[in-house]
Every structure is written in structure tokens, then in C-alpha cells.
């Protein structure tokens, strides 16, 4: 072999050594901050406000709806309504307590009279507050927030 075509050899495998070695990738640096959401104070158990009106649609739906419908304005000369009622705005207790024991004998809705019995309730506390806090937040009542306590002080 020549000395010029060793050299030249040499010179390939020199470049091919030193191009397999190139530049490594630099690793991404990482940025992802470590920030989270505050831990919240309310026990696992009670519900928010927003959480109370959705469950106690599905109550008000299953059991409520039948006698004071689905638009909460009852039937004439048989169910009051519990849309704008005053009855409701005005005794909230005296309305759960009505749910509770069950109430009968004349009452006055809206300035109408009615005269009809509403068989004493089975649900639990908690599904009694929930549907109150559900109609209180629909059918143009006022508002308003019930909870398992103020349901449990009428038993
Ligand atoms: C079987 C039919 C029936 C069911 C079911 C029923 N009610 Fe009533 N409700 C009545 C009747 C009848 C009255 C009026 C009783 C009277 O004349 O003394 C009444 C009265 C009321 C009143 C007081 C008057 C008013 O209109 O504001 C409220 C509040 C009320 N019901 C809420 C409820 C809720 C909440 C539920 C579901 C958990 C429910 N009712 C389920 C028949 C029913």
C-alpha cells in the first residue's frame, strides 16, 4: 500500500469518529411549576349549594312532581303550587314541617284555598334539604339554602 492511501484511510475513519461523536442534543429544560389548587375546608360530606339544587331536581322529579308538576304550579282545586308561592316565602319551617309530617285541612296559596292532605314524607333529611334548596332556586321563588339540620329541627 501506498503512504498517500494510508494517510487518506486514516483521514475517513478520523472523520467518521468524530461526526458519530457530534453534538448531543442539549436535554428540554423543564419548566412545569408545582402550583395546586387550595385545599378545600368543606368535610367530603356536605354539599355545596350548586350540588344541593341538582339532587334535589331528581327528588323534586321522582317524588314531588307527580301532585305539584313538573312547572311547580300544581293543579287547580287539588295540588298548590309551590311556584311564587307566599305560603313557602312565608313559613319556610312550617312548609318542611309540612313535608315531614305530611299536612292536611285548609291552607291559603296565592289567595286560593285548598283543602287536601300531602301524605307525611320518607325521604331522608338530606334529600328533604336538598329538594327545598331546589325549589327555593326555581319556579320564581326567592332563593335560599336548606340544610340536613334545618330539616332534622322539625322531626
Ligand atoms: C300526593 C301528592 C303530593 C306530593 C307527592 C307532594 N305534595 Fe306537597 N302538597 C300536596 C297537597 C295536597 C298540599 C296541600 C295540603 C293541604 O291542603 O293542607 C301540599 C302542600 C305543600 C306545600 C305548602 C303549600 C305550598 O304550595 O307552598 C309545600 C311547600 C309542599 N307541598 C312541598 C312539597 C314537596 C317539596 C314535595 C316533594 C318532596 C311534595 N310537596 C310532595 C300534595 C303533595
Redesign the pocket.
Known sequence: MKKSNIFKASAIVAIAIFSACGGGEQPATTTATTEEAPVSMVAPTELTKEQKIEQGKA??EK??????QADGK?VPG?????AE????AADLT???H??VHG?????T??GVK??????K?D?SDE??AN??TY?LNNFSNKGGEVSAADVAATR
Open positions: 327528588v323534586y317524588v314531588c312532581q307527580a301532585c305539584h300544581g287539588a295540588f298548590p303550587p309551590l308561592s307566599d305560603y313557602l312550617k312548609s318542611i309540612g313535608v299536612l292536611s285541612g285548609e291552607i296559596v296565592n285548598f283543602n287536601s292532605a300531602m301524605p314524607s325521604l334529600e328533604i329538594v327545598f325549589v
